[in-house]
Structure formats: C-alpha cells, structure tokens
C-alpha cells in the first residue's frame, strides 16, 4: 500500500511523456525551446526544413489561385460581353458560345457592341 502514491506519479509521468511523444513525432512541427542554454541544431535544422517546405507549397497554391482567378474573369468578361452583345441595338449582331465573341450576321466580323 506504501507504494500506490509512487505508482500514481509514476503512471501520470509516464502518460504525459507518451502524451508529448505522441503529438511531437518525427514528422510532426513542433519546435521545442533550447536545453540548458545551447540550440538544438537538429529541432533548428528540421523547423528550418518545414519553413522552407511551407514556403514553396505557399508559391505553388498562389500559383493555382491566380490561374484560378484568371479563368474566372475570362468567364466573367465573357458573360458581360454575351449580355452587351445580346442588348446592342446592332440587329446583325449574333453572339457565338463557341468564340465567345459578338459577330456580325452578315459579315462574320467581331463587333464590339
């Protein structure tokens, strides 16, 4: 019985090691402070490494935004440009989905309405 209070310190400590070891793997990010004074050159080196990681995922995600958001204002422009041609006092204008231009009827030129 004198040794249950050891046993409960015991099973605490060894749960909350299990506990950081479980959250900190080796390909987790966490980043601990230094010990006794000097810098830990291998939790350095590998914050360093998903710095640099996140960095070049961040250039490849702006990339793909800004395509993204290119199509969508050629789609956009291509919208408002169906609706000007489509109101345009112009009787031989005729709009063409495959082009998505505003062509005259007679001629087959691009019209600008």
């Known amino acids: 019985m004198r040794w249950m209070p ?3 310190v015991l099973l605490t400590g060894g749960w909350q ?7 900190c793997s080796s390909g987790s990010t966490c ?3 230094s010990e006794g004074g000097q ?3 291998m939790t350095k080196e590998a914050a360093r ?3 640099e990681q996140w960095d070049d995922t961040r250039n490849l995600r702006q990339k793909v935004n800004r395509r993204a958001e290119k ?3 050629k789609i956009d422009n291509a919208i408002d ?3 000007s041609c489509d109101k345009s006092l112009n009787l031989n204008a005729y709009w063409e989905p495959n ?3 505003c062509l005259d009827r007679s001629t087959g030129r691009p019209l600008n309405p």
């Open 39 to 41: 810098e830990n050159s």
């Open 49 to 51: 490494e998903n710095k």
């Open 17 to 23: 090691v299990s506990a950081m070891a479980a959250t």
């Open 99 to 101: 082009t998505r231009r």
């Open 81 to 83: 440009s169906e609706e």
């Open 71 to 73: 199509q969508f204002d």
């Open 6 to 8: 050891l046993a409960a």
């Open 31 to 33: 980043v601990f402070g």
